[in-house]
């Protein structure tokens, strides 16, 4: 997901756990989550229905992996961003297809769906989920995704959240992680290379990035 990590004071902004059991902070993340989902941009009037990038790239995480859910906010304040992992991205994958997908397909009606529209490209991700590749996931079994807001972009604040999931990885003593990136967003790719992922594959219009974390 895209980051931009520009120099700028940010000191207010804290790192804490997401209340993952909040309703209305699961709301602002989901809210978070559409707010960038336009390279980065706010795709909210993209959506019939602004809640959809929410069900694949923020609930899912909150519901089964909640100790690797963190969020940066000022103290007092809703937040303007968040980290969400998994440590073993096939365990998840297979949680998700028997219990994940499945409710969400029961909970959305397909048929009412624009065609060609973004809520249809989330329907197809929702009817056909991608899957990390066996061999990326055997050698990189963990992966993230990290948004913030344009408030919340600078001062390290990303580099900040992404060290406290790594940390917290390294310390389970998982092995490595992935993640995936637009080809387009050259600020983000940066960003990650800063931090010391490399470039572990290839796909339309993407780039997949790795880090080894553990021997």
Known sequence: MPVIDRQQPAAEFQIRPAATDDSAEVDRLY????????????????????RLPGEIFVGPYLRYAPDLAWVLARPGRPASGYVLGVADTVSFERTLDREWWPALRDRYDGETIRQGTADARSWEWITHPRTAPAELASAYPAHLHIDLLPEAQGGGNGSRLIRTLLATLRAQGVRGIHLGVGKANTRAIGFYRHLGFEQLAEEPGSLMLGMRLCD
């Open 31 to 50: 809210d978070i989550c559409v707010r960038t989902a336009a390279g980065g941009d706010d795709a909210t009037e993209m959506f019939d229905d602004p």
